[in-house]
């Protein structure tokens, strides 16, 4: 079946720019996540969705930094006023239930490789 | 705050060679550590995961030891192909009320399997 999807796969901003970078999750499930991999490290947690419900967002770096799931499917992060710091791939993922633990696999997309000049 | 250390940060090994990654975290409050690997372009996929409540688990060539009192698991991958390069990284889930599930990664260890 179809995975998770994100687009664009690669996107190239001047600074100061806004980007909008989109998650479709598989058909189905509550949650969502995205997160941040700078190169060479590990994903680091940005914010979460149950559904259309932003119930967690302790990772956004700044107040530009803004999500939103209107209907409780599709996605979409939005980076306003970019900076160099903001160059990383962005990840999304979904997971079928909206608890933690073994239950939890979460399903990441390939991400949006932002490079901001 | 890093709350995943892994280790190494890279690591090379003969094709048919055991390959051992090892993670240590901080919190106690971790219920759940997963295992992903990552190839180049690719996102994370989920490989293997344990519970605190079980010391190992096996699947395939793939093997979790957890040791819950030093706070410390490891990834073993018993005879490594060529095919497992990639990067791996240890995470946990925090054990809390209200927790949504996000996971804690560690920094990731790139293993290159020698033919």
């Known amino acids: 079946g179809a995975g998770v999807s994100q687009s664009p796969r690669y996107k190239v901003a001047k600074r100061g720019q806004d980007v909008a970078l989109r998650c479709d999750p598989i058909?189905?499930?509550?949650?969502l996540f995205w997160y941040q991999q700078a190169l060479g490290q590990g994903p680091e947690f940005l914010t979460y969705?149950?559904?259309?419900?932003?119930?967690?967002k302790s990772g956004l770096p700044s107040d530009r930094f803004f999500a939103e799931r209107p209907e409780g499917s599709v996605s979409t992060l939005k980076i306003q006023r970019t900076q160099q710091e903001d160059s990383a791939v962005y990840l999304c993922?979904?997971?079928?239930?909206?608890?933690?633990?073994?239950?939890?696999?979460?399903?990441f997309g390939p991400g949006t490789r932002l490079t901001v000049l | 705050q890093q709350q995943v250390k892994q280790s190494p940060q890279s690591l090379i090994v003969q094709k048919g060679g055991i390959s051992i990654i090892n993670c240590a975290y901080e919190?106690?409050?971790?219920?759940?550590f997963p295992w992903y690997q990552q190839f180049p372009g690719k996102g994370p996929a989920l490989l293997i995961a344990?519970?605190?409540?079980?010391s190992e688990k096996k699947e395939g060539r793939f093997t979790i030891s957890f040791n819950k009192s030093a706070k410390q698991f490891s990834l073993h991958i018993m005879d490594s192909q060529p095919g497992d390069s990639a990067t791996y990284f240890c995470?946990?889930?925090?054990?809390?009320?209200?927790?949504?599930?996000?996971?804690?990664f560690g920094q990731g260890t790139t293993l290159q399997v020698k033919p």
């Open positions: 993922a979904s997971s079928l239930v909206s608890s933690g633990g073994a239950s939890n696999e979460q399903f």
């Open positions: 058909s189905g499930h509550v949650s």
């Open positions: 969705f149950q559904n259309e419900a932003q119930l967690d």
């Open positions: 919190n106690t409050a971790f219920d759940y």
């Open positions: 344990i519970r605190p409540d079980v």
């Open positions: 995470a946990a889930n925090p054990n809390y009320s209200g927790n949504t599930g996000k996971l804690i």
